[in-house]
């Protein structure tokens, strides 16, 4: 008796298309990240705080305890320095690349950097140029995140705003001496009125010179015409907008709290010090154990998975701040370990005021 067969095809394939929030290029091939790596290239130098916590992440991520990375360097680099600039790119853009290239026994390790580095669908690497993309063998390391199945995601992902509100309110700031230290004024000559050309002339000025903040605290001088020749041209200066000195202290702060914040960093350690907090105590003793335990020993167990995986030993070295008696001698041992430069250091004891 024949009877018919059933064909079942593979139960383990995945039948999905994750794309979620990213999208093909032109080609339809390569997968573009989520976030605009452009912007986030900029945000680095936007503000010292968003700075100083990327970099400080990075150098706490890339303290080596044992590694074989060195048999797999070109000649002239350290672990030390490739894990620090593989670290760096994955705190500011949550992805991080290397080129390896050789065989599969023997073979190198080359920094890739994130900021032109793509993905394809099957999570092949390239490195994006002006004309073309190049494909390459590596490795691809990122913060999992909903938002997308080929990119990572920053810690500081909805601090972006903030981040860039402060660098705005910088130059708006910068501007004030700029454009002669004077406030907001409007000056008007009264006796007639505007003909239509003076109007839409006016109103052009007003559009390509005061609108953004590289136009903040220009004056403005408005003309009404030549008058009728019996009445005396009146003259009046008037504010047409003001803002207080504490306003913008108030902006700042809060965003600074906000970035800092974003990154899960102790604020004392990216210059933010409180007088009143300053002392003998071991306060940022606490905080920086807190944040070892939540925040960086969490991703050296996925660094360290992921070189393994790569077929590079790698242990990284916690920094221990339970080990210390007070502040005082914290600092001292980040400095030691390079985590710290000593005029950062006086900033965290205070010393630098």
Not at 72 to 88: A, E, N
Not at 148 to 155: Q, V
Not at 200 to 222: P, V
Not at 224 to 252: C, H, W, Y
């Amino acid at each position: 008796m024949h009877g018919k067969k059933l064909v079942v095809k593979s139960s383990t394939e995945s039948r999905q298309r994750p794309l979620g929030e990213d999208s093909l290029n032109l080609n339809g091939r390569i997968v573009e990240p989520y976030l605009n790596y452009d912007v986030l290239r900029a945000l680095y130098a936007y503000n010292t705080y968003h700075k100083r916590s990327i970099k400080l992440k990075a150098l706490l991520l890339s303290q080596i305890e044992k590694t074989n990375m060195d048999k797999f360097l070109p000649f002239g680099m350290t672990p030390k320095r490739f894990l620090y600039k593989f670290m760096l790119n994955a705190e500011t853009y949550g992805s991080a690349f290397f080129e390896r290239a050789g065989t599969q026994s023997n073979f190198c390790l080359y920094h890739l950097n994130s900021y032109t580095a793509r993905v394809d669908r099957e999570h092949h690497i390239y490195q994006r140029s002006s004309t073309e993309h190049v494909s390459l063998e590596g490795g691809h390391f990122m913060y999992d995140t909903i938002l997308s199945d080929f990119y990572g995601e920053p810690d500081y992902i909805e601090a972006i705003n903030q981040i860039v509100t402060l660098y705005k309110a910088d130059r708006y700031n910068t501007k004030f001496f700029d454009n002669g230290g004077k406030p907001d004024l409007a000056i008007i000559f009264e006796d007639s009125d505007p003909s239509d050309e003076q109007l839409e002339a006016i109103t052009e000025y007003m559009r390509t010179n005061f609108k953004g903040y590289d136009n903040a605290h220009k004056t403005l001088i408005l003309t009404t015409g030549q008058g009728n020749g019996e009445n005396k041209p009146a003259i009046r200066i008037e504010e047409i907008g003001k803002v207080e000195d504490m306003s913008f202290e108030k902006l700042k702060k809060v965003g600074r709290d906000e970035i800092i914040a974003a990154h899960g960093v102790p604020p004392r350690l990216v210059g933010v010090v409180d007088p009143n907090a300053l002392g003998g105590g071991g306060e940022l003793v606490s905080q920086l154990h807190m944040f070892n335990q939540t925040s960086i020993q969490p991703k050296m167990e996925l660094v360290e998975e992921f070189f393994a995986e790569h077929g590079i030993e790698l242990e990284l070295r916690p920094f221990d701040a339970t080990a210390f008696k007070d502040d005082a001698d914290l600092v001292s041992g980040l400095v030691q370990t390079g985590i710290l430069t000593p005029a950062e250091a006086k900033n965290v004891l205070g010393w630098g005021k």
